[in-house]
């Protein structure tokens, strides 16, 4: 047994291929275009594992995509790979369109001929897509949370090519019959992220000394979800969900973004103590442009329906996140400057 994931080399991607590789034993094709958010050394504690290959691919390769399903034989692939940061899709979105989009259509196609040729359709194999609660749009103060009925109404470049990607998930579902699973998750924070997305970055520039840019008002609210339980409930809908449904994934943990800087100011102040308070760099600035208000997620699907419920709770999560950089300013530093670009040739890295 084999699964392939894509993606791996990413934030998420890569705490569950470190996560599954601790949990079973069986090997994973990790599979990553290794763009400025996919970083190898998130691997490092693989190196030397015969159970784990490397392969820099991109989603979008599909006669590569159908060479390393022929070759490896997986029981299920796990769709990790996309880009996923909002402010840089308001930049520049054919990246967007070109991995989220093309790239999941490639993939599908390619898993598509693979489970119908090769598996002869067996009906065991599973297709999981990892998406996002951005593609239900934005709620008010006192909406409820997005359920897995709630219509799409994507707001961003990001979050549309994400909405995209998960109908066409479902259209080879319904037309073809094959075996896939969708979740869409709130957002995920914890070890490894790149320090682009608000709790990385917040903590990066607080140990810099650097402002700390809080959009707009700072009221937004997210609902935060620890990467680990992430890859639990992941774990779960490959193992346990229904063919062709869809699960949400959540944190029960909704925070306004100025909470959170806020609270990742005082567990700052207490596990790396500065002159004055990390609050006094916060920082008030322009708007992110669209910017959805509030994203929660009703997530009594997955619990009733799978048995999975988050275990971390916040405060907690956050404690250990701030530590893990901590403890990893290398990798920060590298990340930051580039430099882990260069470490692509590690022997673990096919190409
Ligand atoms: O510097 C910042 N200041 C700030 O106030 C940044 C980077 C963000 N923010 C705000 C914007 C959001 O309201 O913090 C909130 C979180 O921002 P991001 O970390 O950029 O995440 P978000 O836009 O909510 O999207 C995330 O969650 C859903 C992920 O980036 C997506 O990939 C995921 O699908």
Redesign the pocket.
């Known amino acids: 047994m084999t699964v392939l994931i894509t993606g791996g080399a990413g934030f998420i991607g890569s705490n569950f291929v470190l996560d599954w590789m601790g949990a079973s034993g069986e090997p994973v094709i990790n599979v990553d275009k290794l763009t400025y958010a996919g970083n190898v050394a998130n691997l490092a504690p693989l190196a030397g594992d015969a159970r784990h290959v490397f392969v820099q691919a991109d989603i979008a390769d599909q006669p590569r995509l159908e060479q390393l399903l022929a070759e490896h034989r997986p029981r299920a692939i796990v769709n990790f790979a ?1 880009e ?4 840089r899709s308001i930049h520049g979105a054919g990246d967007f369109v070109q991995t989220n989009v093309v790239g999941t259509f490639h993939l599908l196609q390619a898993a598509l001929g693979y489970w119908r040729d090769t598996l002869g359709r067996d009906s065991s194999f599973r297709f999981l897509h990892v ?4 593609v239900y749009g934005s709620l008010g103060p006192d909406d409820a949370a997005f359920s897995e009925t709630t219509a799409y109404a994507p707001n ?1 470049p ?2 549309a090519s ?1 909405a995209a990607s998960d109908h066409l998930v479902r259209a080879w579902h319904h037309t073809y019959g094959m075996p896939v699973l969708t979740t869409n ?5 914890g070890p490894l992220q790149f320090p ?4 990385p ?2 903590i990066s ?1 607080a140990l810099a000394g650097e402002p ?5 008002d ?1 009221k ?3 609902d935060w979800l620890y990467v680990g339980d992430h890859c639990s409930a992941i774990r779960a809908v490959l193992a346990r969900g229904t063919p062709g449904e869809v699960y949400n994934v959540g944190g029960n943990s909704e925070r306004q ?2 909470e ?2 806020h609270t990742l100011c005082r567990i700052l102040d207490e596990l790396a103590p500065a002159r004055e308070p990390y609050s006094r760099l916060i920082t008030y ?1 322009t ?2 442009p669209g ?2 208000r509030r ?1 929660a997620i009703d997530a009594r699907k997955i619990a009733r329906e799978l048995g999975w419920e988050p275990s971390v709770a916040f405060e907690d999560g956050m404690r250990r996140t701030v530590q893990w950089y901590l403890d990893n300013a290398d990798w920060v530093k590298a990340v930051q400057s580039g430099e882990y670009r260069q470490w692509l040739d590690v022997n673990y890295v096919r190409r």
């Open positions: 996309a996923s940061h909002v402010d998406s996002t609660d951005e961003s990001y979050s994400k998750c709130s957002n995920n924070y682009e997305k608000l709790i970055l917040m520039k700390l840019p809080v959009y707009g700072g937004n609210v997210r973004n100025i959170v800087v600035v708007d992110r910017h959805d994203y």
